[in-house]
């Protein structure tokens, strides 16, 4: 084989190497899961259901919406406020007049909330968000300066009648 032949021959392979190296790349990433902008999240119908639920869950929040807050949980609602006291549980039943009479001590509420994690079984229909919320709101009853409060915090949801709805952590 002569030089020039051995040249051509090897420019040919290498065109075909490189070719067949981006097309393996390409298919690799292509399997991988999309993910939403700017998250580690995965992009697929049930987190972004699960984004807007979490999305009408703080735009209740901060207009002290009691029925729309309602109407994002479960019937099996409970949740013990991150205490070991009785005195903040709430339930489905209770919350229907605990969380007016919360929202009407509070005013100016600000709320942020920042998606840290989503794992979904799909098997069970649940899903585990892990989140980190940041809000500020005035109590006048007590101080007219603005108080905050921020914390990492754990929602359970679960599918009903396809929709997701919230379990506890709210």
């Excluded at 735009?59 to 991150?82: M, P, R």
Aim: include cysteine; glycine fraction near 6%; charged fraction near 25%.
């Amino acid at each position: 084989m002569t030089a020039s032949l051995w040249k051509e021959e090897w420019n040919t392979m290498s065109v075909r190497g490189l070719a067949w190296l981006g097309i393996v790349l390409l298919a690799a990433g292509g399997c991988a899961a999309r993910r939403i902008p700017g998250t580690d999240i995965e992009d697929n119908a049930d987190t972004r259901a699960i984004l807007y639920l979490l999305e009408r869950y703080r735009v209740a929040v901060e207009h002290k919406d009691s029925n729309t807050l309602i109407g994002l949980v479960s019937t099996s609602f409970k949740d013990n406020g991150g205490t070991a006291s009785p005195d903040d549980d709430l339930d489905y039943q209770n919350l229907q007049t605990k969380l007016p009479q919360r929202f009407a001590r509070v005013d100016d509420v600000h709320l942020d909330v920042n998606i840290r994690k989503i794992d979904l079984d799909k098997d069970q229909g649940t899903a585990s968000v892990i989140y980190y919320y940041n809000m500020s709101f005035r109590m006048p009853t007590l101080s007219s300066k603005l108080l905050s409060e921020s914390e990492i915090k754990q929602m359970l949801l679960r599918r009903e009648q396809g929709q997701w709805k919230i379990m506890s952590g709210v």
